[in-house]
């Protein structure tokens, strides 16, 4: 309602100092990865450690990173092996 009475900026200050905590489970798995990665770039290693460990504790599974090249019409294809695989 604010945004269509033209007020942007008394919006966005609302939506800055209102604490909002979306519950992590319905969130899709890219956007805890971005999550986290935009805390650790921040310097917020704890708030990216937190959620990657309720990554974990909801079972919410990142696929492996992987590459792909092609050399003389072969494709060669290098994937990441996920960190709780190592034994």
């Avoid at 604490?19 to 489970?25: A, D, N, T, V």
């Avoid at 079972?59 to 003389?72: A, N, T």
């Amino acid at each position: 309602m604010i945004c269509r009475d033209g007020i942007v900026g008394a919006a966005g200050r609302a939506v800055s100092t209102k604490p909002y905590q979306p519950p992590l489970e319905t969130i899709p798995v890219v956007v805890h990865v971005l999550m986290s990665n935009m805390y650790a770039s921040k310097g917020r290693h704890g708030r990216a450690v937190q959620v990657r460990k309720q990554m974990r504790r909801s079972k919410i599974l990142k696929d492996p990173g992987r590459s792909s090249f092609e050399i003389d019409g072969v494709v060669h294809e290098f994937r990441a092996v996920p960190a709780n695989a190592i034994a």
